[in-house]
């Protein structure tokens, strides 16, 4: 299976970087090929809402890094949206990459799609409520099959999330994959 991570972390070390690099770890080693795209690391300019990509297949009249991105969404099997919690929700960089999705929504139906996020508060599921529902609609939206979330509660640095279970439960997820 072609796999692509969508990260949104604007740390390369980040406790979400961890786990992206931990899922690949496994994905790879069952035999998945993992792409990653570093959303915080490109240029990619947020939606002008301008409907040009829908009058033209699908391009838009930014000319940046959505340009690979649109290569490397064709090619995958599955999408792994990664994130830090930033105020209930993704990160803006990754948001602005799913923003730009809009003329290109049908490319991504079918496709597999999870989620791996990391919160600095270690209450169980409220910070993180208004993220998963978010992940849900666009699932819905784009016509994305689940095939998992690694929720990851009270990791605000890296050496805690080194020192907890959630980087062993990345590399499991991503070796469980079918």
Do not use: W
């Amino acid at each position: 299976m072609n796999i692509l991570l969508l990260t949104g972390s604007p740390h390369k070390r980040g406790t979400s970087a961890l786990l992206a690099d931990e899922f690949t770890a496994g994905a790879q080693g069952a035999g998945h090929e993992v792409r990653r795209f570093d959303a915080a690391f490109s240029q990619i300019g947020p939606c002008f809402a301008c409907d040009t990509c829908l009058k033209n297949g699908g391009i838009c009249v930014q000319k940046d890094d959505m340009l690979r991105l649109k290569e490397l969404l064709h090619e995958a099997d599955m999408i792994v949206f990664v994130t830090p919690l930033y105020y209930f929700g993704m990160s803006a960089q990754l948001k602005s990459v799913i923003d730009r999705f809009y003329g290109i929504n049908a490319l991504l139906a079918g496709k597999k799609s999870a989620l791996m996020a990391t919160c600095a508060d270690d209450e169980a599921a409220a910070p993180m409520d208004a993220l998963v529902a978010h992940y849900e609609l666009i699932m819905h939206y784009l016509k994305l099959r689940d095939c998992g979330r690694l929720l990851a509660f009270g990791v605000s640095a890296r050496q805690e999330i080194e020192k907890s279970a959630y980087p062993a439960q990345a590399r499991a997820f991503g070796r469980s994959l079918k």
